[in-house]
Every structure is written in C-alpha cells, then in structure tokens.
C-alpha cells in the first residue's frame, strides 16, 4: 500500500532564505513598518496603554527584565526592519495581557484564594516527545490545558466582551497562517493551530523572564541574566496567571509544559510542591539537530540572512547546559512525584506510557479518557504532515564531538542513540 505521507525534506535555504511570493507584500509592509521602529520599554509600554485603555501593570519587579531584553535585542538579536516589527508586536501584546490580568485581579481580588493543586508538568527539551504527549494528555477533558490562542491572549479584551464569538480565535489563526505561508515546512516540525495546548513559557513571558526570549536570536546578554536571575517569583506569577484562567474558564488539574523548566526545578518545586513532573528523554545529539535546525528555518521570520552556525553553536552550548542541569537537579524531584519518558519507549506505545503516568499521578485512565487519546491518534497521525531531515554539519557541529560531550546525559537516563545526518 503506497503511504500518503510527504517525503522528507532538506531546508536547503536555511542561510538565505526564500520566501513564497504569497507572503511577500506582508513582509514588505512589516519592513516598511519596522525601519522607524526602536524597542525600548517607554515605547512598548504607550503601545499597551493604549491598545487596553489601561495604565496598572502591577508589580514593577519586570522593568529591569525587561530593559535587559530590549538592550539585548537591539545591540545583539541583528533583527531585520520586519522583525523589529514583529518584535515590537510580541512585546506589545505581553505587556497589553499584564495590563488586562491586572485589571481582572484588581476587579476581582477574590481570585487570588483560588487554589493550583496536582499539577501535571511536563519538562523535556524540544523535539523528544513533549508535545504529542501533551496533546495525547490534554485529550482527556478532566484536566485543564493551555489552547494556544489562551495563551496568546489570556484575558479578553472589555470592548470585545459580550459579542458572541471570541475573536481571540480568529487572531491566532491569521497569525499561523502568516507563519505556515512563510514558513511552509514549520508545521513538519512543530504543527500549531488555535485550539493545539501550548506551553505555558508564553505566560511566563508575561512577566519578561522565560526562555522563549532566547528562541528569537543568540543573545549572549539575556541568557547570561537570565541565568543567573532566581525564576522563583516569576513561577509565581506563573501560577497567579494560572488562576486568573480558571477562575475565567474553569479547569481544576492544570497539565503544563516548558522546556525550560528542566533547568528550573527547584522554583517549579517551590511553587508547585504537589506536582506530578513527568521528564522526557531523548538522544541529546538528535536533539540538539532538529532545534538548531528549527530555531535557523524560525530565524528567517525577523533576519534579512541567517547565520544556522551560529545558532547552531549557541543551542548546542545552551542545550549542554540545560542537560547538564537536569542531570544535576533531577534528584530534586521526589520519585513518588515523577517519572522518567523514554522517547522511544514512549513511540513504541504512547498510551501504555500516559498509563504509566496517570499512575505516578493519581489521575484516573477510565473507558472514555482511553477512548478519546485513541480518537486523538486517529485524528492526529504523526508526521502526517512530513519530516525535515537534519544535519548538524550545517549548524557548524560535528556528531562525534557532541556525542563525546553529552555522554554524561546518555548515560545517566539510558536514552537510545539515534542516527543523524542528511
């Protein structure tokens, strides 16, 4: 039986990008925009006020994260006019949703007593499973997840409340079509619609430390800051936003997902001492393929030409130290609250690995929650829409050198060595 699934591919412009003629004029207007564009925090802050009518950000602890990354962004990240552009628009969102969470919880204190309790979190680098597990879990509708236009815009507007429709929905999916027509092989990568869970690093960078920031371009500056920055008060505002949406739209077991909580263990411990965190595991040298690979093919979204060596020189250092945390923090994590996911323990059968889970959790595997993860699959088969072959010799790496360095994390969690190259 002849297979319908596309053949692989190889980004072969990841350095000079090109770009459908359909995106073009977009990417024109975004340029034209952008050429008189600075981002600095006065700036970004007047842009929120008006687009809300609010003025209350609430706690200022964010203004110095957030002049670190402006400076960061403009003497490091090289964005082209069209990213400042839609830099400038990120940012001007993130602090338009701090002014509407705000609002709410200056409207309605009584938020503040709702409780966050049993958190399922998920913390595993990209590319080794996280997001299929994500969504296999969030399929099950007793627990409460992130859709990604939730967490692109947390809080509605008051002028569009009462209309009927949310058009929160709608923005998101004219913004992923303007990615998927940019970008046509990202969704091979990393598939993304309005209603697919989402991690909660958007939410984190409501409050302007959260690792999505680095995703942008290498900027030495914020990661060093970062780093060295105590996250525990953001965790917590982290799981203040986390109240604001269920009190908004209910849910009382939140399943969350982020990369960078394996480096973050004992703030996510301290703000979540309940949680059940279910780690991911994968080969550290595939992994460090596909992001270096992914985060180049993102790159051509705010850069005129992209550098994939120097991107691939930056992740493969910042994924070192991230696994190297993760070795030396993981007997943070109690056992009796967490479990270790073999990636492809977790591809040979994935519901047999979320019974595993559900069980380390407390959380019931009923008739109905099977049957709709079986749903879920059928609906979702993976890689249906294609895979992207990755090299790390375009990222300026070389195989035999990263295996040698990342052996201290093989070793330690037994992952399977995979193959990579062209």
């Given at each position: ?5 596309p ?14 003629a ?11 925009m ?5 981002i ?24 110095e994260?957030?002049?670190?990354l ?30 509407l ?10 938020i ?111 990661r ?76 051509r ?5 992209v ?79 294609g895979?992207?072959?990755y ?21 330690r ?10």
């Amino acid at each position: 039986m002849t297979s319908t699934r596309p053949a692989p591919v190889t980004i072969e412009d990841l350095a000079d990008p090109q770009f459908p003629a359909e995106s073009v004029p977009i990417r024109e207007a975004m340029a034209e925009m952008g050429a008189s564009i600075v981002i600095e925090p006065n700036a970004l802050r007047e842009a929120a006020a008006a687009q809300t009518g609010l003025d209350d950000f609430g706690d200022r602890s964010y203004e110095e994260r957030l002049e670190v990354l402006c400076k960061a962004l403009r003497d490091e990240a090289g964005l082209s006019a069209a990213g400042r552009t839609t830099t400038f628009t990120q940012l001007t969102q993130l602090l338009a949703n701090r002014l509407l969470i705000q609002d709410v919880l200056n409207k309605h204190p009584e938020i503040h007593d709702e409780r966050i309790e049993r958190p399922i979190v998920i913390a595993g680098q990209p590319r080794t499973g996280t997001t299929h597990l994500h969504n296999l879990m969030s399929s099950d509708t007793s627990l409460r997840s992130l859709p990604y236009w939730e967490s692109n815009e947390p809080v509605l507007r008051e002028s569009e409340r009462g209309l009927g429709v949310d058009p929160r929905r709608e923005r998101t999916a004219l913004g992923l079509d303007v990615i998927n027509t940019a970008m046509p092989y990202f969704k091979r990568m990393h598939e993304m619609t309005p209603d697919h869970v989402h991690e909660e690093i958007h939410l984190l960078a409501i409050d302007f430390s959260s690792m999505v920031f680095e995703t942008m371009a290498p900027m030495p500056t914020w990661r060093d800051y970062y780093r060295s920055t105590d996250q525990t008060p953001v965790y917590g505002y982290l799981k203040t936003v986390l109240k604001v949406l269920q009190w908004l739209r209910g849910g009382t077991r939140w399943l969350l997902k982020s990369p960078q909580h394996l480096e973050q263990f004992g703030p996510l411990l301290k703000t979540f001492p309940d949680a059940t965190i279910v780690i991911t595991h994968r080969d550290p040298v595939a992994i460090t393929a596909s992001t270096g690979t992914m985060l180049s093919y993102l790159s051509r979204l705010s850069h005129e030409r992209v550098d994939p060596v120097r991107i691939g020189r930056y992740w493969a250092a910042r994924l070192e130290e991230m696994f190297r945390a993760c070795v030396d923090e993981r007997d943070l994590v109690p056992e009796s609250q967490s479990i270790d996911v073999l990636f492809h323990e977790f591809m040979a059968d994935d519901v047999a690995m979320v019974e595993r889970v559900y069980e380390i959790a407390g959380q019931p595997m009923t008739a109905d929650v099977r049957a709709s993860m079986d749903e879920f699959m059928r609906a979702n088969p993976r890689g249906r829409h294609g895979t992207v072959r990755y090299d790390l010799e375009v990222l300026g790496l070389d195989t035999s050198e990263r295996r040698s360095a990342l052996a201290f994390y093989s070793d330690r969690f037994g992952v399977r060595e995979e193959k990579t190259g062209g």
